[in-house]
């Protein structure tokens, strides 16, 4: 079945970057989905960051766009999440999603996620 | 753009049927199909119950349906059931292309 797991460094600096990678098993990041990010402060609700297809094309968080990046490596089955700049607000579960269909339209697959706090 | 807002508890005896509201504008839920509904329980991720308003997928129980009135969405349990408890969000495309979630609902099944 389609698993999801993120890897990313659970501790980052203030003004570091937020790097977080999802490794999907048992579906192919090929196979037309567009696959994406949301993070979810301690205690708090819900933010979409951003989604990416195969081919690279992204879709980003109007709020977030100037601080992120998505990529997305076919070879491996991973795609990526950067956050630059970072700051206490980042601080948040990072899952990785897979979108049932369309950009934004429902994620359907989600990795158990990964905590990264941003602190000196 | 602001979050679209739900209440931010709701509550219901074992059996019974609720209804979560999910108001936003023109720009959003009024404005596109594009609405889903997530079930969190407390440690956990999410799990997509509804996408484009009311349709379910795979695996998902025929007592959660979803609809939309407006700029408003509802999320409908029937049945309820104790494991139920949890919180819930829904989320709408925006204009911008921008994706928004509601701040949450947390029920407590009684």
């Known amino acids: 079945q389609v698993q999801l797991q993120e890897s990313g460094p659970g501790l980052v600096k203030p003004s570091e970057t937020v790097s977080v990678t999802c490794t999907v098993s048992?579906?192919?990041?090929?196979?037309?989905?567009?696959w994406g990010w949301v993070r979810q402060p301690p205690g708090k609700g819900l933010e979409w960051i951003g989604s990416i297809y195969r081919t690279g094309s992204t879709s980003y968080n109007p709020s977030l766009k100037s601080r992120v990046t998505m990529s997305v490596d076919t070879s491996k089955n991973q795609f990526s999440l950067n956050v630059t700049s970072a700051t206490a607000a980042d601080t948040a579960v990072y899952y990785c999603?897979?979108?049932?269909?369309?950009?934004?339209?429902?994620?359907?697959?989600w990795g158990q996620g990964t905590l990264v706090t941003v602190s000196s | 753009q602001s979050a679209l807002t739900q209440p931010a508890s709701v509550s219901g005896s074992p059996g019974q049927s609720i209804t979560i509201s999910c108001t936003g504008t023109?720009?959003?839920?009024?404005?596109?199909?594009?609405v889903s509904w997530y079930q969190q329980h407390p440690g956990k991720a999410p799990k997509l119950l509804i996408y484009d308003v009311s349709d379910r997928p795979s695996g998902v129980s025929g007592r959660f349906s979803g609809s939309r009135s407006g700029n408003t969405a509802s999320l409908t349990i029937s049945g309820l059931q104790a494991e139920d408890e949890a919180d819930f969000y829904c989320s709408s495309y925006a204009t911008s292309g921008t994706l928004l979630f509601g701040g949450g609902t947390k029920l407590t099944v009684l």
């Open positions: 048992g579906y192919s990041i090929n196979s037309g989905n567009y």
């Open positions: 999603v897979r979108v049932i269909v369309g950009a934004t339209r429902g994620f359907d697959y």
């Open positions: 023109s720009g959003d839920i009024g404005g596109y199909k594009y």
